[in-house]
């Protein structure tokens, strides 16, 4: 199965989702995609991501959660692999509004799950992330880590999809794999995310609030290598797994300000308050299991990912 293999991408018009159904599009196979356009940020750039490859896709406008909406998305495709990316995103939000989190989390992961065992998928990955570590101790992050203290509600929630991805995959004896992502970046990403943040601060003149005190540090990876791991573990998932997809190296938020200044030739005015509730101190993806079992292997270093997504801004946003 190759050429005519037919993906269906949750959350198709989202950052990581557009990537992907263009990736998959450049392989022949057929994608079939869903997005609710949820207002966490302007829908307009997801309508605008989608646009990319709307007329070249089968598209559908609608919530994940719907019972009747997703077996009529199901009924009228014959899907083989599903790629569920679509989440309510975002660590510090998800304190404001855990109700909602649950719900389109859980049960919307749940919906997507049931529908694809009722109608007999090949194979399901869907997005995990690198919060699911919480403060861990020990680094890098490796997915035999023990990782039951989430410090987040939007951490609880994906690792509660782990378990029930698990648990899906017992009974129906269908493929699931949690992708553990950690901290995406690159040409269209989310605006709320520090980096697209720094950049857009910086381009504007406005000031930078830095919580903590600059030297937490996180494990950022080019979009690219997110979505050829994605392919990666798609060509090979069985049975029950998860895995870091990560670049498998740091920077500090202090140093990532400091390659922005550069690259744009701006000065950043910082200003330090106190760590926030949920966030972590760290980010360290050990991506040695990814390398053996999946082929991963991520290419792209900090400086010229951060200098691809700056090119980006400045012709798509100023």
């Not at 207002?39 to 991501?49: A, G, L």
């Not at 997507?112 to 101790?137: C, H, M, T, W």
Request: glycine share 8%.
């Amino acid at each position: 199965m190759s050429g005519n293999k037919t993906v269906f991408i949750t959350g198709i018009a989202g950052f990581i989702g557009s990537y992907t159904a263009e990736a998959c599009l450049r392989k022949g196979w057929e994608v079939v995609g869903v997005d609710n356009f949820n207002s966490f940020y302007d829908p307009v750039i997801k309508r605008q991501n989608l646009s990319n490859f709307k007329d070249q896709i089968r598209f559908y406008d609608g919530d994940i959660r719907g019972a009747d909406f997703m077996d009529k998305v199901f009924h009228e495709n014959k899907i083989d692999v599903v790629i569920h990316l679509a989440a309510m995103a975002g660590v510090r939000p998800s304190f404001q509004a855990p109700a909602l989190y649950v719900d389109v989390n859980l049960n919307g992961t749940n919906m997507v799950f049931r529908q694809a065992l009722k109608y007999d998928v090949e194979k399901i990955l869907y997005a995990s992330s690198s919060s699911v570590y919480g403060n861990a101790p020990t680094v890098p992050f490796a997915e035999t880590d023990n990782i039951d203290h989430p410090i987040s509600i939007y951490a609880a929630t994906k690792r509660a999809n782990e378990k029930q991805a698990k648990l899906w995959q017992t009974f129906s004896g269908t493929p699931t794999v949690g992708l553990r992502f950690f901290t995406v970046y690159g040409p269209r990403q989310r605006p709320e995310m520090a980096i697209h943040k720094f950049t857009r601060a910086l381009y504007r003149n406005e000031p930078i609030t830095l919580y903590g005190d600059g030297n937490t540090y996180r494990d950022y990876t080019f979009v690219d290598d997110i979505v050829a791991g994605i392919l990666g573990v798609e060509a090979k998932a069985a049975g029950n797994d998860v895995v870091n997809l990560g670049e498998s190296k740091t920077t500090t938020l202090i140093d990532l300000i400091r390659m922005l200044e550069v690259i744009t030739g701006k000065t950043a005015d910082l200003h330090f308050k106190p760590m926030q509730k949920g966030d972590v101190n760290r980010t360290f993806a050990n991506i040695d299991y990814a390398r053996e079992k999946y082929g991963y292997r991520p290419e792209m270093d900090m400086s010229t990912g951060l200098s691809r997504f700056v090119e980006w801004y400045q012709q798509t946003l100023l």
